[in-house]
């Protein structure tokens, strides 16, 4: 049973610990290091774990360390620590932005080193992450780091680094563009004559309902849009307004955009 510590017991640890506990982990497997005494009260009450406020304390003896504190502090709290993690123990870094050369001067470079940028629903256990490894990772090492992140929603590895940027534009920052859509589509609801609390219903209702239906069919979400897009009906007046608008630029001059951000962060955190 691998001993798993986390350093910063902030939403994104809490998120994938309960997630964990929910799918068979232990409480025993599990330290966390946190600043704050009161979020360690926090943990110990909820989920039962160890956690404390000497970030040395919570490393001793772990095969995992994941590092969840913010981009901006991960070098010095790192720096800080690097002596008290044993030899062989994966470190896991799930900040935005810190790229495995930053990781690797830190902790030296003889270490196994997993980046992972999960995104937010992992808090409802409908995350999406995606994972890459430095060559020092074992296979045992990359199974047991995917079975936390699996244990919050789904998780995939990429073969270079720089896909990780990629990932921060679909699954990191996505979440964000579908909110985005919904509250559009809650306010024009309104404005066509529904109540907010109907528009809201229906609006959440059709956003959960498409995503089941793309990850349960055998169909693509082209064919699927197709499907529900008859010549002369309403969803083709609907679709051919939004193509006219070049939806899929837009999306592609946003998505860039948070890949480019992803890419300044790491020049701004690095150092
Ligand atoms: N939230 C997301 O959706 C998301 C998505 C992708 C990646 N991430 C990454 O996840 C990481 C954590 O984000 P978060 O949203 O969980 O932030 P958060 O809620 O602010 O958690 C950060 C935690 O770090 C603790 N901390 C600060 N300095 C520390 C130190 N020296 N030693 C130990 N603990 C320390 C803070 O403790 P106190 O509050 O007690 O000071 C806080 O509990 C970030 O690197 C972020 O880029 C988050």
Not at 152 to 179: L, R
Not at 251 to 262: H, K
């Amino acid at each position: 049973m691998n001993k798993i510590a986390f350093i910063g017991g902030g939403n994104m640890a809490s998120s994938i610990i309960g997630g964990m506990l929910a799918n068979g982990f232990q409480p025993e497997q599990i330290c966390v290091g946190n600043r704050g005494a009161e979020k360690c009260q926090r943990l110990n009450q909820t989920y039962g774990i160890a956690a404390t406020s000497d970030n040395h304390a919570a490393v001793a003896g772990a095969d995992i360390v994941v590092m969840a504190v913010k981009p901006q502090v991960m070098g010095s709290v790192i720096t800080e620590l690097v002596s008290s993690i044993k030899p062989g123990t994966v470190v896991v870094s799930v900040a935005a932005g810190i790229q495995l050369s930053n990781l690797e001067e830190w902790l030296g470079e003889s270490r196994a080193i997993i980046r992972v940028m999960p995104n937010t629903p992992s808090m409802v256990r409908c995350g999406a992450a995606g994972l890459f490894a430095n060559e020092l990772v074992s296979s045992e090492q990359k199974a047991s780091v995917e079975a936390m992140f699996n244990a919050v929603g789904i998780s995939c590895w990429v073969d270079d680094e720089a896909k990780i940027d990629a990932v921060t534009a679909v699954s990191g920052s996505g979440p964000a563009y579908f909110f985005l859509m919904m509250e559009a589509m809650q306010k024009v609801g309104q404005e066509l004559g529904l109540s907010e609390q109907v528009a809201r219903e229906l609006t959440i209702q059709t956003a959960l309902g498409a995503a089941q239906m793309a990850s349960t069919s055998e169909h693509n979400t082209t064919d699927l849009r197709l499907q529900v897009s008859s010549p002369g009906g309403t969803t083709q007046a609907a679709i051919a307004k939004f193509q006219s608008l070049d939806v899929e630029d837009t999306f592609r001059q946003a998505m860039e955009a948070a890949r480019n951000r992803a890419r300044e962060m790491a020049a701004e955190f690095g150092n």
